[in-house]
């Protein structure tokens, strides 16, 4: 385990060596650069902008503003927001990265909770009136988009009844210990809840078929005809082989959280990578784009090499030594 480990994190150099190339291009692919739409004085002297574009790197050619940029991105330095002037990107993105990864804690918990147990249910009473509701759910939560089911949730939850907040971390900045832990939860439920929606319906689509699948394999068969109980034959041989699609799921979804929190983080003003990454799009904070796009990516990566490992304990067969 150990020696695959260590050969995946090898081949994430090479990886990671084409991601930022990806990154680097789509950010020099878009129209402009990080100085466009600031000039709003038409009679401005022309070699002012030019100082600028070189005080930034912009004069030189591409694959040299590359080499730069990777240069300082492997020492850990993104550089400098031009949006937010006197601010390293680490800095900015250390402020709201916290705030995005509990939001992303929230809404997996919030998934798992509820899309394994109701899969389980709907595969073990097929066809039964909650089977019936749960693959209503599941097709509604599909094809909901998050921004539209956040809107309706803040209206209904938020406006209407007043249960939750609609917007922000906390309520007040004088807030600390647990006082301050539970405000923050009560502020992170509707956007978790937005969030996870499409998860939640995913995984209990995918929770269902799985169960049912492995609830009809001849093993299950023999297990029930050895007396063995229906609670043994659920927990020690059926979700253990029916788990092993969700935790690829998982992989890919510890990632997609932090992406898929941009559009929601949007719709609840939540202060996290999200809106960063729309109000840098929105200045053309160059170096801020490309540091939270390369950290997603990364993500992606990390989320798979604990789903390889999750895989070898879930299931003993799977071996990589």
């Known amino acids: ?12 150099i090479p990886m990671l060596l084409a991601l930022s190339i990806i990154v680097f291009g789509l950010a020099k692919a878009a129209p402009g650069d990080p100085l466009s739409g600031k000039i709003v004085d038409p009679n401005i002297d022309l070699a002012v902008y030019e100082q600028q574009r070189e005080a930034l790197g912009l004069n030189k050619s591409i694959p040299v503003q590359y080499f730069n940029w990777a240069s300082s991105v492997a020492r850990g330095d993104f550089g400098e927001s031009i ?30 909770v509820v899309a394994i147990p109701i899969g389980i249910y709907s595969a073990r009473n097929p066809y039964s009136p909650l089977d019936y509701g749960a693959t209503t ?10 921004f539209f089911f956040g809107l309706v949730a803040i209206y209904l939850l938020s406006i209407n009844l007043g249960w939750f907040p609609a917007q922000g971390t906390t309520s007040s900045t004088g ?9 923050r939860i009560h502020h992170m439920v509707l956007p978790g809840l937005t969030l996870g929606l499409a998860g939640t319906a995913t995984y209990m689509r995918y929770m ?10 001849d093993y299950i068969r023999t297990a029930k005809a050895k007396g063995m109980s229906d609670r043994n034959v659920l927990y020690k041989h059926t979700l253990r082989n029916a788990m092993i699609p969700i935790i690829t799921l998982m992989g890919f979804e510890f990632g997609a959280l932090l ?8 719709v609840f003003n939540f202060p996290g990578l999200g809106t ?3 109000s840098s799009i929105t200045n053309h904070d160059y170096p801020v784009i490309m540091a939270i796009a390369l950290l997603l990516g990364v993500a992606i990566l990390i989320g798979n090499l604990l789903a390889d490992i999750f895989y070898s304990i879930v299931d003993p067969r799977i071996r990589y030594d």
Do not use: H
């Not at 385990?1 to 994430?12: A, C, D, N, P, S």
């Not at 390293?88 to 919030?110: C, D, F, H, K, P």
């Open 175 to 183: 807030l600390s210990g647990f006082a301050e832990f539970k405000d």
């Open 1 to 12: 385990m150990y020696q695959y480990i260590i050969r995946r994190i090898l081949v994430f």
């Open 137 to 146: 759910f599941g097709f509604f939560g599909l094809a909901t988009p998050n």
């Open 208 to 217: 269902r078929s799985e169960v049912l699948d492995v609830l009809g394999s």
């Open 83 to 112: 949006a937010y002037k006197g601010r390293s990107v680490q800095s900015l993105i250390t402020e709201r990265i916290v705030n995005t990864l509990y939001l992303g804690l929230v809404a997996l918990g919030i998934t798992l």
């Open 276 to 278: 960063l990454f729309l």
């Open 259 to 266: 992406s898929g929190a941009i559009i929601t983080e949007q």
